[in-house]
């Protein structure tokens, strides 16, 4: 059975435990609105964070599983 997006998207936050952009959502798994995904998810009751990191001069967002 194959998996879907959301399920793909649960298993690289929570048991892979890589954080995710919402542009690597979209482009890694073909989804056209990443900040639905997040909602559906914590919808779910996954706990998920959002982490603002800053190299080189550039901020970046990133979910995170908490």
Do not use: E, F
């Not at 929570?14 to 639905?36: E, F, M, W």
């Not at 996954?46 to 967002?61: A, D, E, F, P, S």
């Amino acid at each position: 059975m194959a998996m879907s997006t959301l399920d793909k998207v649960y298993n690289t936050l929570v048991t892979k435990k890589q954080s995710l952009t919402a542009k690597q959502i979209s482009t890694r798994y073909g989804v056209s609105n990443p900040h639905d995904m997040i909602y559906r998810l914590r919808n779910k009751g996954v706990k998920i964070n959002l982490q603002t990191v800053t190299r080189n001069g550039k901020t970046v967002t990133k979910y995170v599983a908490a």
